[in-house]
T-cell receptor
Framework: GAVVSQHPSRVICKSGTSVKIECRSLDFQATTMFWYRQFPKQSLMLMATSNEGSKATYEQGVEKDKFLINHASLTLSTLTVASAHPEDSSFYIC?????????????FGQGTRLTVV | GNSVTQMEGPVTLSEEAFLTINCTYTATGYPSLFWYVQYPGEGLQLLLKATKADDKGSNKGFEATYRKETTSFHLEKGSVQVSDSAVYFCALSGNTNAGKSTFGDGTTLTVKP
C-alpha cells in the first residue's frame, strides 16, 4: 500500500518553543492531507484539512494561530505547534488519501508523540 | 452529521476465543466503512474496508460486513491471537465530507495466552 511518513516520531520541547512535524507521502501525490490529535486512550480528533497550495481548513475549536499548517507541495504537509505549552502534549497523526474518491482508504503516518515540559 | 459508535472496551479474551466488536454508524448517503488497527505507540493501519452494502471486507482472519439495513459494520474474528492485542477503530468516509474520516472511540483488545 501507499506510504505516509511522519517525522519526528517523538519530540520533547520546552514550554514556549515551537515544534514542526512533517508528513510526507512517499509514493503518491496527496493534494489533501489531514491532521489529527489523539489524547491517551481516546479516539482521533480531526484538527484540520491541509490543502496543497491553499490555506488549511480548521475544525471548530482548533486555534489556527497555534497549529500552523503548510502544504507547500503535493508530497509534504507540515504542522507547526507555535509557542507550545504542556497542554499541547499529545499524539499527532497525519493521513493522506490516494485519489479523491471516498472509497479510497486513508494512509496514516506513524504519529508524533509531543511532550512539552 | 456523520457519526460512528463503537462497542465500549476494553475487551479481554483468551487466545483462540471468538471476537466481535460492534460498530454502528450514522451518515447521509452511502459511506464507505473501514476498520483500522493501532498498535502501541504507532499510527493507524487499515485492517479492512467495504464500500457498498452487503460487501464483506476481510484481512488476516478478520471480517466485517456492510449492513445498510442495520447501519452496522461489526468486526469479527474466529480465533484471536496474542498478537491481535491492539486498539481497533471503526471509521467511515462519506461522500459529503471532502474525504474526511469519522472515527469511533476505539476499542482496546487484550488477548491473553
Amino acid at each position: 500500500g501507499a506510504v505516509v511518513s511522519q517525522h519526528p516520531s517523538r519530540v520533547i520541547c520546552k514550554s514556549g518553543t515551537s515544534v514542526k512535524i512533517e508528513c510526507r507521502s512517499l509514493d503518491f501525490q496527496a493534494t489533501t492531507m489531514f491532521w489529527y490529535r489523539q489524547f491517551p486512550k481516546q479516539s482521533l480528533m480531526l484538527m484540520a484539512t491541509s490543502n496543497e497550495g491553499s490555506k488549511a481548513t480548521y475544525e471548530q475549536g482548533v486555534e489556527k494561530d497555534k497549529f500552523l499548517i503548510n502544504h507547500a507541495s503535493l508530497t509534504l504537509s507540515t504542522l507547526t505547534v507555535a509557542s507550545a505549552h504542556p497542554e499541547d502534549s499529545s499524539f499527532y497523526i497525519c493521513s493522506a488519501r490516494v485519489g479523491a474518491g471516498m472509497n479510497t482508504e486513508a494512509f496514516f503516518g506513524q504519529g508524533t508523540r509531543l511532550t512539552v515540559v | 452529521g456523520n457519526s460512528v459508535t463503537q462497542m465500549e472496551g476494553p475487551v479481554t479474551l483468551s487466545e483462540e476465543a471468538f471476537l466481535t466488536i460492534n460498530c454502528t454508524y450514522t451518515a447521509t448517503g452511502y459511506p464507505s466503512l473501514f476498520w483500522y488497527v493501532q498498535y502501541p505507540g504507532e499510527g493507524l493501519q487499515l485492517l479492512l474496508k467495504a464500500t457498498k452494502a452487503d460487501d464483506k471486507g476481510s484481512n488476516k482472519g478478520f471480517e466485517a460486513t456492510y449492513r445498510k439495513e442495520t447501519t452496522s459494520f461489526h468486526l469479527e474474528k474466529g480465533s484471536v491471537q496474542v498478537s491481535d492485542s491492539a486498539v481497533y477503530f471503526c471509521a467511515l468516509s462519506g461522500n459529503t465530507n471532502a474525504g474526511k474520516s469519522t472515527f469511533g472511540d476505539g476499542t482496546t483488545l487484550t488477548v491473553k495466552p
